[in-house]
């Protein structure tokens, strides 16, 4: 099997990580509001707070990320964490469970669509950092990122 095939086969992989999300939040959709508004644990988010999140940087790499993804490409550093995830929670102010849920749904759709449009075999680099980046990292990173959320709200709705 070539290089080229088994990178096709991680990018498919990470893909599904990312669609699995999307599944995630749209079985989310059944829960009761208010349990989606409790913080998983003390000082921590609620699952409301962990969605707008996850769909803030969605918004990131669509908006900053992808329209800018080229062979070798120089792209900037990403978004100092701790202040983009304030902003992420402080624009969910005012904002219905549901209308978070279905934001996250449509544009993780249209993330997926974005991914899957993009040449698995990209090499960049984000100023700041000597690592070249491929695609398929990249999408690992944030299928990771997904992941690692999803346990959290999962062990919270099974305790609940």
């Given at each position: ?27 989310l959709q059944s829960y009761d509001a ?29 908006e900053s990320v992808i329209p800018r ?92």
């Open positions: 099997m070539s290089t080229y095939r088994n990178d096709q086969v991680k990018m498919t992989t990470e893909v599904e990580s990312l669609r699995n999300m999307l599944s995630y939040v749209e079985h208010k349990m989606l508004t409790v913080p998983i644990k003390s000082g921590k988010w609620s699952i409301r707070e962990i969605i707008g999140h996850l769909y803030y940087w969605d918004s990131y790499l669509m993804l080229a062979q070798d490409a120089s792209l900037p550093p990403f978004p100092y964490p701790a202040v983009y995830n304030r902003a992420a929670i402080a624009s969910l102010e005012g904002r219905k469970v549901s209308r978070i849920l279905e934001g996250f749904i449509t544009s993780r759709k249209l993330l997926i669509e974005q991914i899957m449009s993009l040449d698995d075999q990209m090499t960049f680099k984000i100023r700041g950092s000597e690592e070249t980046f491929t695609t398929n990292k990249l999408v690992d990173m944030f299928s990771k990122h997904d992941m690692h959320h999803q346990e959290q709200m999962e062990s919270f709705l099974t305790q609940a």
